[in-house]
Every structure is written in C-alpha cells, then in structure tokens.
C-alpha cells in the first residue's frame, strides 16, 4: 500500500516562494512516476507537475517557468519548489505515485495512488 505524507505548505504573500515535500512508501519508488496535484475551493483536483522515473517533467501550463518538481530516488523524496506565488496558486497540494509513464503531458489523477491529508497554500494579495 502506497503512504505519502506532504509538508512545507503556508501563508505566503503574492510573490512569494514555498517549498512543498513529500516522502513516499510502500512502492519502489525509483520505478513510479510522481506527480503534485491541487484542489482549490470548489474545484476538481488537477494536475500540476510531473516527474517520470527518467527525470522528465511535465509542467501545468499556469505554473510553468514558476514550479520546479524534482525527486530524489535515495530518500524516496518528491519536491515542488515554488516561486512568484500568485493568489491563484491558493489550494491543497497533494503527490502521488503512478507505475505508468507519461510521455510529455499532465495526466488526470485516475492511475494515482497514495492521496494523503495534503498540504495547505494560501497566497494573499
């Protein structure tokens, strides 16, 4: 069974940066794709960044040049960095782990396992 625990959420002024993590277990991890998600209030959960087990990313197109995802495969470790926060960027941030491999687009959170409590963004004006 996959467990993922994130932190490193907060209060940030627009402009802003954070620094989201996320330890995962339960998987061989150098083997899975992982993926940041978010859910603003009163929306559906989307895509936000990807990283396969080759290291190629995937960026939503409102984040990128602004979010950088990264993993490390030794602490079983999944990153997102952050930066020139927008009010916009205000949900709960969520990673997850996918055995399939996403060639050059954002999937749907349908083949994603792992969904923890999450962890709070909120990005004022």
């Known amino acids: 069974e996959v467990h993922v625990a994130e932190s490193g959420g907060g209060s940030v002024q627009s402009g802003g940066s954070l620094r989201l993590s996320c330890v995962v277990s339960?998987?061989?991890?150098?083997?899975?794709?992982l993926s940041w998600f978010r859910r603003a209030p009163g929306l559906e959960r989307v895509g936000v960044a990807l990283i396969n087990r080759d290291g190629t990313t995937t960026y939503a197109g409102s984040v990128k040049g602004r979010f950088t995802i990264s993993r490390d495969d030794d602490k079983n470790m999944v990153y997102l960095q952050m930066n020139t926060l927008k009010v916009d960027d205000t949900a709960m941030y969520y990673c997850?782990?996918?055995?399939?491999?996403?060639?050059?687009?954002?999937?749907?959170?349908?083949?994603?396992?792992?969904w923890g409590q999450g962890t709070q963004v909120t990005v004022s004006s």
């Open positions: 997850a782990a996918s055995e399939y491999y996403y060639g050059g687009y954002l999937p749907t959170d349908e083949n994603f396992r792992g």
């Open positions: 339960g998987i061989t991890f150098r083997r899975y794709s």
